[in-house]
């Protein structure tokens, strides 16, 4: 009677193959940004580290929500939008209107005129900003004073009013989250 032997080494490459190709198949796909992450976010991130501290500003409102803007030297169409996006928006937070104050930001050369349609609350704004803030785009920052996240300057109306959409969405999530402000 002769028994048959068997193969030990087939079970041994189906339960390698088990546990190794998911890892290698994941490895590919992130090596290769196939994966997009879970990020519901509409605007950019800023580096962590970025604060009134970071760039030696004084918190004008300490504790409170913040949407900046630095308002330029020529306020062209472009600035004029935003500026009325940047009220609309206010207006859309409704109840959360009072933990979020929007601050136009001025520097020695702004073109303080634009503002007279609107009741902002201005703030002169360092050198270190105004660097900063130099293409136009808006500003998310916390209760801390760190800058969150900033909203790029999109050229024509329809885009800054899908801008400003995104901006109160992104808005509320952060001040859902938040229990500061």
């Not at 030990?8 to 997009?36: M, N």
């Not at 970071?54 to 030297?73: D, G, H, I, T, V």
């Not at 660097?131 to 024509?156: F, H, T």
């Amino acid at each position: 009677m002769n028994s048959q032997k068997k193969s030990g080494a087939k079970p041994l490459i189906l339960l390698f193959l088990v546990f190794v190709l998911p890892v290698a198949a994941a490895k590919i796909v992130l090596s290769l940004d196939l994966y997009q992450g879970g990020a519901t976010n509409k605007g950019e991130l800023l580096p962590i580290g970025t604060s009134y501290q970071s760039l030696r500003m004084n918190n004008p409102k300490p504790k409170e929500w913040q949407l900046l803007y630095l308002l330029p030297n020529k306020c062209d169409q472009q600035c004029l939008d935003h500026l009325y996006i940047l009220q609309q928006s206010h207006i859309a937070l409704g109840r959360n209107q009072d933990r979020v104050h929007t601050l136009i930001l001025l520097s020695q050369d702004s073109d303080i005129h634009a503002l007279t349609t609107y009741t902002f609350e201005t703030v002169l704004a360092n050198d270190a900003m105004i660097k900063m803030l130099d293409r136009q785009q808006m500003i998310v920052v916390d209760p801390l004073g760190s800058l969150v996240m900033e909203y790029p300057a999109v050229d024509g109306m329809d885009k800054q009013i899908m801008q400003g959409k995104s901006l109160v969405a992104d808005l509320r999530k952060m001040l859902k989250l938040s229990r500061v402000g």
